[in-house]
């Protein structure tokens, strides 16, 4: 039998590693996409891609609810910190000075003081007030659906001086203030405001003194405030439930007010009399 040719087989590591590529090139190719699909690098990016995109447009859309929400506690908080009624001190006029205090032993002087708030009020009548809001606490005293509030103003100067105070409407939602009643008390004696008539500004309500304006419930000038006195208020606010105006329209309204006490400059006074 005759011996067969023996023939050289021989293949070396890097050959066949070469063999395998150009078959993966030419598998590739025929397909139309190249190398970089055939190994997945195309698909690869742009899932690369499409990740970043999410990633901006979720940062874009964070980034608004933050800022939504960072708008939304910057009014809460301010309805909250201060709340429906506002004292405070205004213009002093050199070497004058006088103080706020909520208590009768007049230990801590400010010069702004948070009536607090009332939520979720409905109409009272002035007759259903206890008769003692005046005489029975210091301080933020809030009942079922009105607002008190008693504070002491002092002449902490070494001369005394007359002062001014206005008190002005700072905020309106559902034209509340049309049924709204305040009552102030100044030195044991009251005094109740309303804004007048709807049907007629000019007219009063029969249960009130007429607001000076739309924005202004009252102005007035204390004379002669000696040194080291003091004058004692207590404010009440409600809403008039025997008021023409106190209808379902003004159900979730509020009125916020600030009361100011100031020194007139007396050049001025004196120029304008």
Known sequence: MARKKKIDNTV???QVADLGFKHEVKAAADKGSGVYEHFHSQEVAEK???AKKRRRRYGVIFGFLVGTL???????MLLTQWGDLVIQIGNLQQGKSMMLFEDSELQRGQVKLNGGSVKEVTNITKNWLPKDLDTSKDGQHNGDNYLAYTFYL???GDEGFDYHCDMNITGVAKSADEACRVMIYRNGKEQVFAKGQYENRKKAETDATKWVNNTTVTQFDRKDFKTGT?????????I???DKECVDAIRGGHVRMNMIFSVPDEEATTNNQ
């Open 12 to 14: 070396t590591p890097k």
């Open 48 to 50: 690369i891609a499409n």
């Open 70 to 76: 960072l708008i939304m506690y910057i009014i809460s």
């Open 154 to 156: 002092k002449n902490t």
């Open 230 to 238: 003091s004058d004692k208020y207590t404010v009440v606010i409600w």
């Open 240 to 242: 008039e439930g025997n």
